[in-house]
């Protein structure tokens, strides 16, 4: 038995008396009681179609559930007490997506591409993070166009990119990327190339700093860089071969036994030491032998002169030794003269 052919059909459909899907909505879901006067505030007073009241009441427990844990159920709050479902959802839309939020929204996201930095790998913040807060901020300005936002073209996605990357190792993919007129208007293909290269410089840096490892002796000046704790401000700050210097510290650190990490602000006591502080406890033992050198010098000095003023002090006293035998056995010229007189007499 076939079907029961529609009273009224929908719109579109042969037969059908409505002009279009907002006029058959008005006469399916009417929301003012039919037949009623209507007021100037018949949008908030009434009166209703009985499953208008019922349909308004559902869509605001639906509502209420879905934004309860966040902000904005603050803005749906005028609604609360008749549970008016439609009324909150016109309060969220003229809140969020209104004429004059929609130019606001649009501009932050502008902003955050136009402040957005990167200046190498670190940590907390790499290029995969900077390409990804890219593409969330296309997303947001994608979704204002049906609400009046004009958009944002392909290859103001790309001078946004390229303008943020402030490191000089990226500086031939940028200009490889601003030669290419394709490239310039292809921002996916633009995060490839950029990922690709650093990929491939951080295994040459990792090859390269196992290599500086083997082959570097004691007497061999280290690389600067202290295993310690760092505040993120300190830890962008330091060059990109110290940050390399430290985390290949650390892991040898952690690979020698304990794996605790060093106090807030100091070095880790009795753990590994720094280069900078090997590095002073080299240079207090040179001044220290070099102090001992001049203090044994100044000894010897002392003790030849010692010896020399003895040596003449002895030679004083042999020499006027000498000086008294040599008169006493002397015979006075007057007594010789004398004694030849009385020989000869």
Known sequence: ?????????????VGSTHFSHDDEMIVRG?????????????????PFASSFLVDR????????????PHDAFTVIKAAKKTRNGRLAYQLLFRHYLGPNNVGNMAGEAEQVLASAQYKGEMNQWN???????????????????????????????????LNG?????LDAVRTRIMSDEDLSQDFARCVT???????????????????????????????????????????????????????????????????????????????QQSFGSVKKLKDKIKNQKRQLAVMNAARKN?????????SEASSDRDQRKHSALTR???????DRAGKGADSKS
């Not at 038995?1 to 459909?13: E, I, R, Y």
């Not at 009441?57 to 309860?68: G, N």
């Open 302 to 310: 002392d003790g030849a002169a010692d010896d020399d003023a003895m």
């Open 30 to 46: 009417p929301i003012l009681l039919a037949g009623a006067v209507v007021g100037p505030d018949a949008e908030t007073l009434g």
């Open 193 to 271: 190339l950029f990922k690709d290269f650093v990929k491939q410089s951080a295994q040459v840096n990792r090859a390269q700093l196992g290599i500086a490892a083997m082959t570097v002796t004691p007497g061999d000046e280290q690389p600067k860089g202290e295993d310690r704790w760092y505040s993120i401000d300190e830890w962008r700050a330091l060059p990109e071969d110290e940050q390399a210097t430290i985390r290949v510290a650390r892991a040898a650190r952690k690979k020698k036994g304990g794996g605790k990490n060093p106090s807030k602000g100091s070095p880790k006591k009795g753990g």
């Open 127 to 161: 290029f995969e993070k900077y390409a990804l807060m890219h593409l969330r901020q296309h997303l947001i300005l994608e979704a204002l166009v049906i609400h009046g936002y004009t958009g944002i073209d392909a290859g103001s996605k790309v001078r946004y990119l």
């Open 57 to 68: 009441a559902e869509v605001w427990e639906k509502l209420a559930e879905i934004l309860l």
């Open 165 to 169: 990357i402030r490191c000089a190792a």
């Open 328 to 334: 006493q056995n002397a015979v006075p010229r007057k």
């Open 1 to 13: 038995m076939p079907p029961l052919a529609a009273v009224d059909p929908q719109t579109g459909v």
